[in-house]
T-cell receptor
Framework: AQSVTQLDSQVPVFEEAPVELRCNYSSSVSVYLFWYVQYPNQGLQLLLKYLSGSTLVKGINGFEAEFNKSQTSFHLRKPSVHISDTAEYFCAVSADSNYQLIWGAGTKLIIKP | DADVTQTPRNRITKTGKRIMLECSQTKGHDRMYWYRQDPGLGLRLIYYSFDVKDINKGEISDGYSVSRQAQAKFSLSLESAIPNQTALYFC?????????????FGPGTRLTVL
């Protein structure tokens, strides 16, 4: 069975500073990895995904993530955050034949002015 | 117009009442899902449907039922609502892409059961 751990429930960071949101997964088979963002009072929006190929994946709004198979991680990064990045970020993994997504508990990104 | 719509967006009801949440999509996807979101728990899958005739229970289906009326419509019902079903409910659709499904979400329905 797969599982996803988002190591931080909240990450406060100053505006224009870099940020990394951590995601680790466990799986005995090959995985597909996703990051979704949920802005306040909105649904979830796909930020980026890793399906195959290059381990560095670029997404919308300047975010990127790197798939590290040996460390079973898929951390999300942005070199300079803006107040508009205030949101909750969810990591998810898919690996079984039912194509279900297994979700992390989410990380709230708090931007300090 | 939004690709995945949910109605109502907010609903307050009383314990024991029957509630239906509706989801419609214009993305043309065969697969549809219902999730609930609770603070600190992420998203948990209630039911999913791969086509009109294929409906499957998810992680937390007890107390819920669904109906796939058409490719574009997937409804979630709470036959007798209870307070611990107070949550944010999301509908999603998915598309096959290089061996994996990518899911697209509606705006959510905030349900409060008193």
């Amino acid at each position: 069975a797969q599982s996803v751990t988002q190591l931080d429930s909240q990450v406060p960071v100053f505006e224009e500073a870099p940020v990394e949101l951590r995601c680790n997964y466990s799986s005995s088979v090959s995985v597909y990895l996703f990051w979704y963002v949920q802005y306040p009072n909105q649904g979830l929006q796909l930020l980026l995904k890793y399906l195959s190929g290059s381990t560095l994946v670029k997404g919308i709004n300047g975010f990127e993530a790197e798939f590290n198979k040996s460390q079973t991680s898929f951390h999300l990064r942005k070199p300079s955050v803006h107040i508009s990045d205030t949101a909750e970020y969810f990591c998810a993994v898919s690996a079984d034949s039912n194509y279900q997504l297994i979700w992390g508990a989410g990380t709230k990104l708090i931007i300090k002015p | 117009d939004a690709d995945v719509t949910q109605t109502p967006r907010n609903r307050i009801t009383k314990t024991g009442k029957r509630i239906m949440l509706e989801c419609s999509q214009t993305k043309g996807h065969d697969r549809m899902y219902w999730y609930r979101q609770d603070p600190g728990l992420g998203l948990r899958l209630i039911y999913y449907s791969f086509d009109v005739k294929d409906i499957n229970k998810g992680e937390i289906s007890d107390g819920y039922s669904v109906s796939r009326q058409a490719q574009a419509k997937f409804s979630l019902s709470l036959e007798s609502a209870i307070p611990n079903q107070t949550a944010l409910y999301f509908c999603a659709t998915s598309a096959w892409d290089r061996g994996a499904d990518t899911q697209y979400f509606g705006p959510g329905t905030r349900l409060t059961v008193l």
